[in-house]
Every structure is written in structure tokens, then in C-alpha cells.
């Protein structure tokens, strides 16, 4: 628990709770927006490389599969070693 010099715990609890959410939810849409901004200029760089468009294709998806494999196991940490904050 967090004490507060007014003993106003809960508030205080909360406060550092909706500061962790927004902390993880800027993270993530600054990675997301990071992966929408490659989308807007790898394909023509792959292309200009060699690549084709089933290769340009696979990169892309593999990003998905790896995320669609991790969050399973990234759960099954999360349950086995506790939330901390």
C-alpha cells in the first residue's frame, strides 16, 4: 500500500493505477504508429531491393503471427508471476 501524509491510501492507489494505464496505453500506440509509418515506405524500399509483393506480404504478417503467438505466453507470465504496481 501507499500512504499518503493525509492517509488518503485510496486515491492515491488509484492516481498511480491510472498513471500505469496511461503509461502503457502511450506505449502502445506509439509502437503501433511506429509499425503504420514503416507500412508507408518499406514496401517501395523492398520493392526498390529485390523483394516481391508475397515477400513485402510475409514481413508484414509475420509481425502478426509473432504477436498472435506472444500474447498467449506473455499472459501465462503475467498469472504465473503476479501483476506488481
Known amino acids: 500500500w501507499i500512504y499518503s ?10 492516481s498511480n493505477k491510472m498513471l500505469l494505464l496511461l503509461t502503457i496505453n502511450l506505449t502502445n500506440l506509439g509502437c503501433h504508429s511506429v509499425f503504420s509509418i514503416l507500412a508507408a515506405f518499406f514496401p517501395q524500399e523492398a520493392k526498390a531491393k ?8 510475409l514481413i ?5 503471427c509473432v504477436i498472435f503467438v ?15 504496481y
Open 5 to 14: 501524509s493525509e492517509g488518503n491510501t485510496h486515491a492515491l492507489l488509484r
Open 50 to 57: 529485390g523483394a516481391t509483393d508475397e515477400m513485402v506480404g
Open 60 to 64: 508484414f504478417a509475420s509481425f502478426a
Open 70 to 84: 506472444a500474447s498467449p505466453l506473455a499472459a501465462r507470465l503475467m498469472s504465473r508471476h503476479g501483476k506488481s
